[in-house]
Every structure is written in structure tokens, then in C-alpha cells.
């Protein structure tokens, strides 16, 4: 499996940016995916993950109501939504493929529990 993630930039505080990763593999839909970042000198974190049904999700407390995370199936990409960004977004963001999830509604927020990674793109906010 194959990550590219895509449509990070230079944005203003309360600006927008919509990032896509796109995905590799024929059983993209069975995949449970999610969003993590990391800020210069600080740990990767999780942000927003998505189970199989596409429909059941979790968003870290810090973007909740900012960010928005989907899927096209179809398309075997992921997004994300930034919206309202803040200095504090500015990271490198990662989308993260979990190819076994326990079941269609689970959603994997645990690094650990992800087995493929894209390469990442740069997101800045400047105020």
C-alpha cells in the first residue's frame, strides 16, 4: 500500500486548506485510515481518524469542529478539511493506513495500530 498525501501550503490564521492522500490497493474501502501531524521539535500526534464505514469518526479535542476527515471510496483517496487554521496547526501532516481493523465502525487512533504511512506534506499558518 502506497500513501501520497497532497494539498498542504501557506495559509493565513482562519484560512483553509483541504489535504488528499491518495491511496494504492484494490481494498481501499476495508481500510480504516487516519490524519496525524508533527510540529518542529514536538511529537507526532493524532488528529482525525475514519473507520471502513466512512462514516463513524474521531477528532483530537484540538481540531474538533475545525477539521473535517472523509473518503472516496471510489477514488481510493482520503481528505482532510482544514478550516479556521491556527499557528498552532503548522506541522508536517501524515495520512495513515490500517488495512486489518477490527471491524467496519472501528476507528484507530493509536500510531501503533497503523501499517503504512505517506511521506507527508507541510502545512503552514502564519499569523
Known amino acids: 500500500v502506497q500513501l501520497v498525501e497532497s494539498g498542504g501550503g501557506l495559509v493565513q490564521a482562519g484560512g483553509s486548506l483541504r489535504l488528499s492522500c491518495a491511496a494504492s490497493g484494490r481494498t481501499f474501502s476495508s481500510y480504516a485510515m487516519g490524519w496525524f501531524r508533527q510540529a518542529p521539535g514536538k511529537e507526532r500526534e493524532f488528529v482525525a481518524a475514519?473507520?471502513?464505514?466512512?462514516?463513524?469518526?474521531h477528532y483530537a479535542d484540538s481540531v474538533k469542529g475545525r477539521f473535517t476527515i472523509a473518503r472516496d471510496n471510489a477514488k481510493t483517496t482520503l481528505f482532510l478539511q482544514l478550516n479556521s487554521l491556527k499557528p498552532e496547526d503548522t506541522a508536517v501532516y501524515y495520512c495513515?493506513?490500517?488495512?486489518?481493523?477490527?471491524?467496519?465502525?472501528?476507528?484507530?487512533?493509536?500510531?501503533?495500530?497503523?501499517?503504512?504511512w505517506g511521506q507527508g506534506t507541510q502545512v503552514t499558518v502564519s499569523s
Open positions: 475514519l473507520a471502513w464505514s466512512g462514516i463513524n469518526t
Open positions: 495513515a493506513a490500517d488495512v486489518n481493523p477490527r471491524s467496519y465502525s472501528t476507528v484507530t487512533y493509536a500510531s501503533a495500530a497503523y501499517d503504512y
